[in-house]
Structure formats: structure tokens, C-alpha cells
């Protein structure tokens, strides 16, 4: 009798019990033709709450045939993955990182592009996967990891039923073990460098600002008291091919932060203010060369590529693994995780203001001042010849 009270006060779509003990929905769209769920549900309750979900989109004009989406070639639904995902704190993707999933579609997914998104099978998927790791086994990884994010998303919309790329396929198992530097190399890689990016070195290794960060700082983002300098890092700068410059927030929005330098660099700062910064308050603290709005990564690479030669570390420690210097000496003084973790900017925005704030405000500056200081160049490339 319950079951019949049930039947009766549907008026729209239809849910049968199969011997399983699952529930099949099943309802006829506006094409009037039947469609069932893409999978089964646990109970009846469950089955008529996505009728309900799949009636208020035929209702909003926003139905989209099931059999017309399964036809959808990969390349259309992953630029639309592009178009429409946001961060999990609402916000879009960044015009590099949506720059750099276009770049993997157009490369190592190429393959998919033009297939029917049911098409993509694990038999597909391991096939691609074998011939590209011969070629490029870290990008392999890369790829394989937007491919399932892509048709995670197919099977949340109904389009698949299950994804076909397994997760081992994301797992980058070759590449270069990158660390940072040790204290010795890292005064090499200083003195090698050349001049106008000596201050950058320091800012990567010291305060731990990424090149993006760096770069954008202008001389309005520096205060200094009686002893040390402090920086606001508010803005990156990124050049994207197609795009030209781009300036924003940091890496992410929790990067926006205030990062207290140790007394030692101050005369270096003061320095490099006055032979290399432009003038104004707006001024670049590293003005680039001939037409360029900012210095471009090639500009410092091949500085930087002479360095790693000169300290024999090419290979093994690139520009960003300076931030982890910073990070990894200022746990070694004394910083807690927490003190880190604000430092670098890898926080929530309002808990890294609430917490920064406190540590800004009693010891960061110690913590800052225990960072070893970087020994003459002539010493410590006698140290690394022997």
C-alpha cells in the first residue's frame, strides 16, 4: 500500500526497483523520447531527487540531451572545463594556468581532441599514456592529471559513467629531484649572477618571493625603520604567450603578504635602490632593459642558467627552490610551521592577516635576523672546489 501512495504522488518521471534492491529514474525529455539515469541510486528518495533536478533544467530551458552531450568531443568540453571552473574559493582560473591547460590540450592531449567524450576508454587512455612517456614521461603525468579532472567532471554531469583515466597515470615518477641550495652554493649563485638580479637572489632566498613577485615590486611596496626593510608583496607580474603581460594578485589570492627582511640585506637594498631601481614611488625596483614592461623570464634565465653552472648545481636547484631555502632555514631558527607556512604566503588570506600580523608583530623580525648570512664569494668558491 505504501508503495502505491509512492506511484501515485509522482506525476512526472518514473522510478522502478530492480532486483539489485538499486532504483532506475527514468523520465521523457522534451525531445519526447525516454532517458534513463546515467547510474542507479541507493533508494527511491534519492532517484526522485534527480527527476526533480532533471525536470527544473528542462523547466529553466537549460536541459541539455544526454545523447547530443555524449557526442561532444573532448577538445569543446575541456576549452568549456577552461572556461567555466573556479578555484575553491570562487575565483577564476588564472590567465597562466588557463594558458597552460590550453598549451597541454593543443600538445600531449591532442590525441583526444576531436574524440566523443564516451569514446575515451582506459584501453585509450593506457595506450597514450605509453606513447607519450617515451617522449615526455613528467608532461605525461601533467596531462593525464587535467584529462581526469576534465571527465571527473563528464561523470558528475551524467556524460560518462566512470572516468578511464586511472590515477596512477598522474604520478610523475621521472624528472629531476630538485632541493635547495646549500648556503655555499647559494653565495656562488649570488655572486655569478648578474648584478641587477643579485637583489632578486636575495628576495627568493631571504624573504622568499617568487620571480613573478619579485620582478612586480615597485618602491612604494618597501618600508623600512631604523634597521630593516619590509615588503608588501601584493601583485605578480606574468608574461603569457598570445596575452603579453599580465599583472595580478600572487599566486593565489592567500598569497598576498608582508614579508620582514633580515638587517643583513639592508645596505643591499639601499644599493640596488640607488643603481638599479627606476625613480618614483612607482618606480620598478628592477627596471627591465630596452622595451619590455618588466623582465622577462628568459632575461633572468640565462643569468641565472651561467650561475647554476658556475655553483655545479644546473639540474639540481632552479630559482624557485630558493623559497624553500628561505623556508626551510627559518624552521631551522626557530619559526613554527605556522610562522612558515604565513611567511610564504600558503594560508587562507584572513588567517594568514591574523596570524601574520602577530608574528610580524613579536618575532618574525628575530626569526628573520637568525637566517645565516650569505659568506663572501671568493671563500665559498674555494669551499666548493675542494
Not at 38 to 58: E, N
Not at 230 to 239: D, F, L
Not at 268 to 286: M, P, R, S
Not at 335 to 340: L, T
Amino acid at each position: 500500500m505504501a508503495r502505491q501512495r509512492a506511484k501515485a504522488r509522482r506525476t512526472w518521471g518514473k522510478v522502478e526497483q530492480l532486483p539489485s534492491g538499486s532504483y532506475r529514474a527514468s523520465y521523457v525529455g522534451p525531445d519526447e523520447k525516454r532517458h534513463k539515469a546515467p547510474y542507479t541510486f541507493q533508494t527511491a528518495t534519492d532517484a526522485d531527487t534527480w527527476l526533480s533536478l532533471m525536470r527544473a533544467d528542462i523547466t529553466r530551458g537549460v536541459w541539455v540531451n544526454p545523447n547530443a552531450a555524449k557526442a561532444q568531443s573532448f577538445g569543446a568540453y575541456a576549452e568549456a572545463y577552461i572556461e567555466q571552473r573556479v578555484t575553491g574559493r570562487g575565483s577564476v582560473l588564472r590567465p597562466k594556468t588557463a594558458a597552460g591547460y590550453r598549451h597541454q590540450l593543443k600538445k600531449g592531449l591532442a590525441a583526444f581532441a576531436d574524440m566523443p567524450l564516451d569514446d575515451i576508454t582506459p584501453a585509450a587512455v593506457r595506450t597514450w599514456h605509453v606513447e607519450r612517456c617515451k617522449t615526455a614521461k613528467t608532461s605525461a603525468a601533467s596531462e593525464a592529471r587535467l584529462l581526469r579532472a576534465v571527465l571527473n567532471v563528464a561523470r558528475e554531469d551524467g556524460i560518462i559513467t566512470d572516468n578511464p583515466v586511472h590515477q596512477k597515470f598522474t604520478k610523475s615518477s621521472a624528472g629531476n629531484k630538485y632541493r635547495p641550495p646549500t648556503l655555499d652554493e647559494l653565495a656562488v649563485l649570488h655572486a655569478q649572477v648578474e648584478p641587477r638580479f643579485k637583489l632578486g637572489v636575495l628576495l627568493a632566498a631571504y624573504g622568499g618571493l617568487r620571480l613573478s613577485e619579485w620582478r612586480a615590486l615597485r618602491r612604494s611596496d618597501l618600508t623600512r625603520d631604523e634597521v630593516r626593510f619590509v615588503i608588501s608583496v601584493t601583485r605578480q607580474a606574468q608574461h603569457i604567450t598570445g596575452q603579453g603581460w599580465v599583472v595580478g594578485p600572487p599566486k593565489s589570492d592567500e598569497g598576498v603578504r608582508i614579508v620582514t627582511l633580515p638587517t643583513h640585506l639592508t645596505a643591499t637594498i639601499v644599493k640596488h635602490l640607488g643603481e638599479y631601481a627606476a625613480d618614483g614611488a612607482e618606480g620598478l625596483l628592477f627596471a627591465p632593459l630596452g622595451g619590455s614592461q618588466f623582465i622577462h623570464d628568459s632575461a633572468f634565465n640565462k643569468s641565472w642558467g651561467i650561475a647554476q653552472d658556475a655553483a655545479g648545481v644546473k639540474g639540481q636547484v632552479r630559482e624557485h627552490d630558493l623559497r624553500r631555502f628561505a623556508a626551510s632555514h627559518l624552521h631551522a631558527v626557530g619559526a613554527s610551521v605556522v610562522a612558515v607556512r604565513d611567511f610564504l604566503g600558503h594560508a587562507d588570506e584572513r588567517v594568514t592577516m591574523k596570524h601574520y600580523l602577530r608574528v610580524v608583530s613579536s618575532n618574525q623580525g628575530e626569526f628573520a635576523d637568525k637566517m645565516p648570512v650569505l659568506p663572501s664569494p671568493l671563500t665559498a668558491g674555494a669551499e666548493t672546489e675542494t
